[in-house]
């Protein structure tokens, strides 16, 4: 009886793992199509501006990336907040900085506490000169 049982839990073991290995094939030709379906999307451009696609820019790090060696660089403020774009290589792309996300941006590429960071003008005596 001892001899038989080593023989019959290698035969579950072996079971076992060939369900395994075809329900892991069906998984890999369903991942294959979806893949392959994917591939065919054609990425969709929200806007275009003078032809150039636009891409919008989630972090600093990707904007800084994407837009290292610019042709141009182009700011402006949009209500409270700020839009930075850059053209390189015929794309034009974006990063949008919210009204409470610029401090904190100026924070970090400052390397300066951001209660020393305040919104306003700076008036000194000579600006009336």
């Given at each position: 009886?001892?001899?038989?049982?080593?023989?019959?839990?290698?035969d579950?073991?072996?079971?076992?793992l060939?369900?395994h290995?075809?329900w892991?094939?069906?998984?890999?030709?369903?991942l294959k199509?979806?893949?392959?379906?994917?591939?065919?999307?054609?990425?969709?451009?929200?806007?275009t501006?003078?032809?150039?696609?636009?891409?919008?820019c989630?972090?600093?790090?990707?904007f800084?990336?994407?837009?290292?060696?610019?042709?141009?660089?182009?700011i402006?403020?949009?209500g409270k907040g700020?839009t930075i774009s850059?053209?390189?290589?015929?794309?034009?792309?974006?990063?949008?900085?919210?009204?409470g996300?610029?401090?904190?941006?100026?924070s970090?590429?400052?390397?300066?506490?951001?209660?020393?960071?305040?919104?306003?003008?700076l008036?000194?005596?000579d600006?009336?000169?």
């Amino acid at each position: 009886m001892c001899s038989r049982r080593p023989a019959e839990v290698l035969d579950f073991v072996i079971k076992v793992l060939r369900e395994h290995e075809r329900w892991l094939d069906g998984f890999a030709k369903e991942l294959k199509a979806i893949v392959d379906r994917l591939g065919r999307l054609e990425p969709k451009r929200a806007e275009t501006v003078e032809g150039m696609p636009v891409f919008r820019c989630r972090t600093w790090g990707e904007f800084k990336e994407k837009g290292r060696k610019a042709e141009s660089v182009y700011i402006s403020r949009e209500g409270k907040g700020l839009t930075i774009s850059a053209v390189s290589n015929g794309k034009l792309y974006r990063y949008v900085l919210e009204p409470g996300g610029i401090r904190s941006w100026l924070s970090w590429l400052l390397n300066v506490p951001e209660e020393k960071i305040s919104e306003g003008r700076l008036v000194t005596g000579d600006a009336g000169k």
